[in-house]
């Protein structure tokens, strides 16, 4: 690859370049929504007054997704910034594979297939059911069962994780009543028998990610592959009953079910049969995927592993190559921002706490797990609690090392993320979200003093929106819907919102000013933090929010 060269005007700051990335703090558009704005955050105000400040997008078409209409997410959105391009995500990838039919021209494919159909015995899907477009969506499942009866499977069993999250948060049933007829109609000549064999909610079980719950895909693996767990009749009838034992609980949260025809689970996993895991994302599928793939497993003692063939839908980790079968390729990443400058010899440092750990270092580098020769990486363990009981999260613990990390000057780029905008954000409770902004709004403050002292420059900035749009809205009147006590409905999913892209630059050494980018997006901070560095940026990444020099 070329090498980065020198800005001849403008040689970098004396400090580090920080990249701070507030996890889900966009930039609102209905004040009694945004609770962004309904948190103190003196700094980020102070900041969006005297500080560079812009907005760019971090959804839809800007972050590679197939139309604007999709909400961004931490994955999608780190790879642009990450890699200063927008490259086809995996959303769009799975819906070209499916249209022009190559996904079931493909070999994985057609050995799913013709393992079935030789053992005569079952194909499983496992994964998200909903249309939010983040991890998966429900019409690829459709496509799928339907190609799969066209090729004489006779028996298919689906496995619906419930989602709540990057959809409404008690929307299941919609879902619910959509897919059920949607079997009732691929049932009714009675050729085949595909049904709902268990599930649960996606923050209950299988989904964990970052190693941080293997409890999760611990009840995730009994209740899928061994068929143990609360048995129903149908998948109704279990969110019914949840939802009437546990009243105001999240779809998200949801426990697990397994369906029963005779007083027996309908659909366990077996020997011979065939594994489809549905997300297209990698994150929360790379534990379930080793589950089914390791020789050896020390997580969790999950029995005897049956002979099964596996496929994920893409492929969920390039370096360690897993899953080893996978239907669709995933956008092929290279020369991100990290490779260059470490070819130039710049020292990096990423931190987040473990939640978001994998987003500024696997996502960020283009989604391989291998760091490059000048990379130190530090993780600081997330709590293993509900995320509105501790909304602070690690934001001071981050900030502790990120500090120490300024004050070394071992360092020219600093890259972190703060989860808690996000992780708090989903689980829609409002204080709890006031709270978590307020957080990291603490923490820029310690940061921009950090950066001060040492005469650097820090970018501040979201990989999408959640926090600034907590509530359930009216789409006719713009008025926030109200539940039976008339109080709002929270909103759990990500928001189609802008989020700030802010330069702080106390020393003024760059005497940076911000350039005319036509719809800016996310994907301009690799150029803009390369050009803050003293660097020409590559001349096709998506060109520097800021002009320096």
């Known amino acids: 690859m070329e090498e980065l060269q020198k800005n001849g005007a403008f040689s970098g700051p004396q400090g580090p370049v920080v990249l701070v990335v507030m996890d889900g703090v966009g930039?609102?558009?209905?004040?009694?929504?945004?609770?962004?704005?309904?948190?103190?955050?003196?700094n980020l105000d102070w900041l969006r007054e005297h500080a560079l400040y812009t907005e760019v997008k971090a959804h839809g078409k800007a972050v590679g997704l197939p139309d604007d209409s999709d909400m961004g997410n931490s994955e999608v959105g780190h790879n642009a910034i990450g890699c200063g391009r927008v490259?086809?995500?995996?959303?769009?990838?799975?819906?070209?594979?499916?249209?022009?039919?190559?996904?079931?021209?493909?070999?994985?494919w057609k050995e799913l297939v013709a393992n079935v159909n030789t053992n005569q015995s079952s194909l499983h899907f496992i994964g998200l059911f909903s249309d939010g477009n983040v991890h998966s969506h429900v019409r690829h499942l459709e496509a799928m069962l339907s190609r799969t009866k066209a090729e004489g499977v006779k028996k298919a069993r689906i496995h619906p994780l419930i989602d709540g999250r990057d959809v409404p948060p008690t929307s299941a049933l919609s879902y619910v009543e959509s897919f059920g007829?949607?079997?009732e109609s691929i049932n009714a000549d009675g050729s085949v028998d595909f049904c709902v064999a268990s599930g649960g909610g996606r923050m209950n079980i299988t989904m964990d990610r970052y190693n941080a719950d293997w409890s999760m895909v611990e009840r995730g693996w009994k209740t899928h592959v061994k068929g143990e767990g609360r048995l129903f009749p149908t998948m109704r009838e279990a969110i019914e009953t949840f939802r009437k034992e546990s009243p105001g609980i999240l779809d998200q949260d949801l426990p697990a079910f397994v369906i029963e025809r005779d007083g027996s689970a309908v659909g366990p996993v077996r020997d011979g049969d065939s594994v489809v895991f549905f997300n297209f994302r990698g994150d929360r599928s790379l534990e379930i995927t080793k589950a089914f793939e390791a020789d050896e497993l020390t997580e969790f003692d999950r029995g005897a592993k049956p002979d099964v063939l596996y496929a994920g839908m893409m492929q969920y980790d390039g370096d360690l190559c897993v899953p080893e079968k996978y239907l669709v390729s995933p956008p092929q990443i290279d020369r991100t921002m990290s490779e260059y400058l470490s070819n130039a010899g710049v020292r990096q440092f990423a931190i987040s706490e473990t939640q978001k750990f994998g987003h500024v270092t696997y996502f960020f580098n283009g989604n391989n797990s291998g760091k490059f020769d000048?990379?130190?990486?530090?993780?600081?363990?997330?709590?293993?609690?509900?995320?509105?009981?501790?909304?602070?999260?690690?934001?001071?613990?981050?900030t502790n090392a990120v500090v120490s990390a300024i004050e070394s000057g071992e360092y020219r780029f600093i890259r972190l993320n703060y989860?808690?905008?996000d992780m708090v954000g989903h689980t829609g409770v409002f204080d709890a979200v006031k709270i978590a902004v307020e957080a990291v709004d603490e923490e820029v403050g310690r940061l921009m003093e950090a950066v001060k002292s040492a005469r650097g420059i820090m970018v501040c900035t979201a990989d999408h929106g959640n926090s600034d749009d907590m509530c359930e809205l009216n789409k006719k009147t713009g008025e926030l819907k109200l539940d039976d006590e008339g109080k709002p409905?929270?909103?759990?999913?990500?928001?189609?919102?802008?989020?700030?892209?802010?330069?702080?630059?106390?020393?003024?050494?760059?005497?940076?000013?911000?350039?005319?980018?036509?719809?800016?997006?996310?994907?301009?901070?690799?150029?803009?933090?390369?050009?803050?560095?003293?660097?020409?940026?590559?001349?096709?990444?998506?060109?520097?929010?800021?002009?320096?020099?």
């Open 489 to 549: 409905m929270p909103k759990t999913a990500h928001s189609l919102n802008p989020v700030p892209a802010i330069i702080y630059d106390p020393s003024g050494v760059a005497n940076a000013r911000l350039a005319q980018v036509q719809e800016a997006g996310i994907a301009s901070l690799a150029a803009t933090c390369i050009a803050l560095l003293g660097y020409q940026p590559p001349e096709d990444y998506t060109p520097s929010l800021v002009e320096v020099g």
């Open 87 to 108: 490259f086809a995500q995996g959303a769009a990838l799975v819906n070209d594979a499916i249209s022009s039919g190559s996904m079931f021209e493909d070999e994985i």
């Open 419 to 421: 989860p808690n905008g």
């Open 27 to 42: 930039i609102g558009k209905h004040p009694d929504s945004d609770y962004v704005r309904i948190a103190e955050t003196p």
């Open 181 to 183: 007829k949607f079997l």
């Open 374 to 398: 000048t990379e130190t990486w530090q993780e600081i363990p997330s709590d293993v609690c509900p995320f509105e009981d501790a909304p602070r999260m690690k934001a001071d613990e981050v």
